[in-house]
């Protein structure tokens, strides 16, 4: 097998520090994805693999933390317990591994995945000033705030895989039915089967006036926009942010305080993610320790 070229294993080695906290993207949590005993919740090759393994979840990330900022109280959780300005990796390889774990994890990997979660989240408690002006307290296991979370999630790997990934066994109803499981997974009830369904929940947050922009969401838009990445990561992450402005609604833009940008934004995210996907290729990936243990099960 003829290796890689050395700025390839470069890339990968960077992008997978950033995204899974290894630079060779074997963290322990993903070489056990090959131990287990079953399938899994989600099928192989299926919508949510084949969403979550596109390179448009590089875009999806950075647009799901600024569409869950718009909902005061999902904000304010982050704003008050999350490390993500300290330790803006760190916060993000924490997410990388429960969506990974529960994509492509047994049930059993899954289950224990969400638990941990469950854990850090029985701590998170505080107050809030809702979309109405009026005082609220939150818990991170708040039925509504778990669902906001769960609908913004959805909507960003979905929108995001459209503009920048390629075709989705089943369409865009088949992704947000398969990752509804994940949903349930956090207690979110009843949570959307069809890619109207979903449209017509977050416009509802919208219309209902539960969204709101103030001095928080503006903070952490400006974070978001120049985190500390230099160099060409840095170079590519603006890009990236630009791509995923471009995906949003105007009214989701516009309560954002956000513009597309003027320059050619589509372009150079497929180039970026071309070169991404092409240095991630080079060596072994979280799905393929689960295709070792579908191989075992002889699945």
């Known amino acids: 097998m003829t290796s890689a070229p050395p700025y390839l294993t470069r890339i990968r080695g960077r992008v997978l520090t950033a995204l899974a906290g290894d630079p060779t993207g074997m963290a322990p949590y993903v070489r056990a ?11 192989e090759n299926g919508p949510a693999w084949t969403v979550h393994a596109g390179m ?28 993500y300005r300290d330790d803006p990796i760190g916060r993000l390889t924490g ?27 029985r701590r998170v408690q505080g107050e809030y000033v809702a979309g109405d002006g009026s005082a609220r307290t939150y818990t991170a296991e708040q039925t509504d705030l778990v669902r906001w979370v769960h609908l913004a999630f959805t909507d960003a790997f979905l929108r995001s895989h459209q503009a920048y990934g390629g075709p989705i066994p089943g369409g865009p109803d088949a992704y947000v039915a398969d990752w509804a499981t994940a949903g349930r997974l956090m207690r979110v009830t009843d949570p959307p089967l069809t890619d109207a369904a979903l449209r017509a929940e977050i416009d509802g947050y919208l219309d209902r006036g539960e969204l709101r922009r103030d001095e ?20 590519a992450y603006r890009v990236l942010f630009a791509a995923a402005v471009a995906t949003f609604p105007p009214r989701i833009r516009r309560m954002l305080g956000l513009r597309r940008s003027w320059l050619p934004v589509k372009t150079a995210t497929r180039l970026i ?4 996907e092409r240095a991630l290729g080079s060596g072994p990936r979280a799905q393929d320790m689960a295709r070792l243990r579908l191989r075992r099960l002889g699945r």
């Not at 994805?33 to 099928?43: M, R, S, T």
């Open 33 to 43: 994805l090959a131990q287990g005993d079953d399938a899994g919740h989600f099928a």
């Open 56 to 83: 448009g979840t590089l875009v999806a990330g950075i647009r799901a933390l600024l569409l869950q900022a718009l909902h005061p109280g999902a904000l304010a959780g982050v704003h008050d317990w999350s490390r």
């Open 95 to 121: 997410t990388v591994r429960w969506v990974i774990t529960l994509t492509y994890g047994s049930t059993e990997q899954a289950d224990a995945e969400t638990a941990r979660v469950g854990r850090f989240h």
């Open 216 to 235: 928080r969401v503006d903070d952490v838009v400006r974070f978001l926009k120049k985190p500390p990445f230099t160099g060409m990561m840095g170079v």
């Open 273 to 276: 993610l071309r070169v991404t």
